[in-house]
T-cell receptor, first 115, second 115 residues
Framework: NAGVMQNPRHLVRRRGQEARLRCSPMKGHSHVYWYRQLPEEGLKFMVYLQKENIIDESGMPKERFSAEFPKEGPSILRIQQVVRGDSAAYFC?????????????FGQGTRLTVV | AQSVTQLGSHVSVSEGALVLLRCNYSSSVPPYLFWYVQYPNQGLQLLLKYTTGATLVKGINGFEAEFKKSETSFHLTKPSAHMSDAAEYFCAVSPASGGYQKVTFGTGTKLQVIP
């Protein structure tokens, strides 16, 4: 049973370009969470998705950022017109979504560098 | 509302010495508490968690933590540090029955083990 798969592991983008980060949850998991980790900071919640639905996007910046989790395929975190401040590690986690669920499993992250 | 405070962003111990990483939390409802470990360029791995029941929780790699409600603490300990314990450790809190999406992470403590 493969774990949470994120790709690419490293992504370099020039200012103004678009970044697409992909996350394939663990088999049997239908809930996905995206977090951002800035240097010397903890993980900050961005968005929580179920298949075809955004449940909670309270941590997402209002502009340039979007996320989806289609019926088929991985979850995508999309950052348009990237700026240097978007440079960070982006982690995806997945869970079964049980209301009493107390654990999510993390991917290895995508490290985005904006030059 | 909930928050986590990890005292000491960097902790150094000698190999074989006691490891103590401090975590205090704030939560308006009964909490679930977690400790995660992150190795360089890796995702987060769950070390241990407290949900209900016994307040002393044992995790992987010889770590344990004790939930002390009166002190709002959940400190992580290991009797004897090993070189392989060098990593960053994150304490996290979520409201009981709130589901994983409500997890709040601390800013992390980097553990250095000196030979």
């Amino acid at each position: 049973n493969a774990g949470v798969m994120q790709n690419p592991r490293h992504l370099v983008r020039r200012r103004g370009q678009e970044a697409r980060l992909r996350c394939s949850p663990m088999k049997g998991h239908s809930h996905v969470y995206w977090y951002r980790q800035l240097p010397e900071e903890g993980l900050k919640f961005m968005v929580y998705l179920q298949k075809e639905n955004i449940i909670d996007e309270s941590g997402m910046p209002k502009e340039r950022f979007s996320a989806e989790f289609p019926k088929e395929g991985p979850s995508i975190l999309r950052i348009q017109q990237v700026v240097r401040g978007d440079s960070a590690a982006y982690f995806c986690a997945s869970s079964t979504g049980d209301s009493m669920n107390t654990e999510a499993f993390f991917g290895q992250g995508t490290r985005l560098t904006v030059v | 509302a909930q928050s986590v405070t990890q005292l000491g962003s960097h902790v150094s111990v000698s190999e074989g010495a006691l490891v103590l990483l401090r975590c205090n939390y704030s939560s308006s409802v009964p909490p679930y508490l977690f400790w995660y470990v992150q190795y360089p360029n890796q995702g987060l791995q769950l070390l241990l968690k407290y949900t209900t029941g016994a307040t002393l929780v044992k995790g992987i790699n010889g770590f344990e933590a004790e939930f002390k409600k009166s002190e709002t603490s959940f400190h992580l300990t290991k009797p004897s540090a090993h070189m392989s314990d060098a990593a960053e450790y994150f304490c996290a809190v979520s409201p009981a029955s709130g589901g994983y999406q409500k997890v709040t992470f601390g800013t992390g403590t980097k553990l250095q083990v000196i030979p």
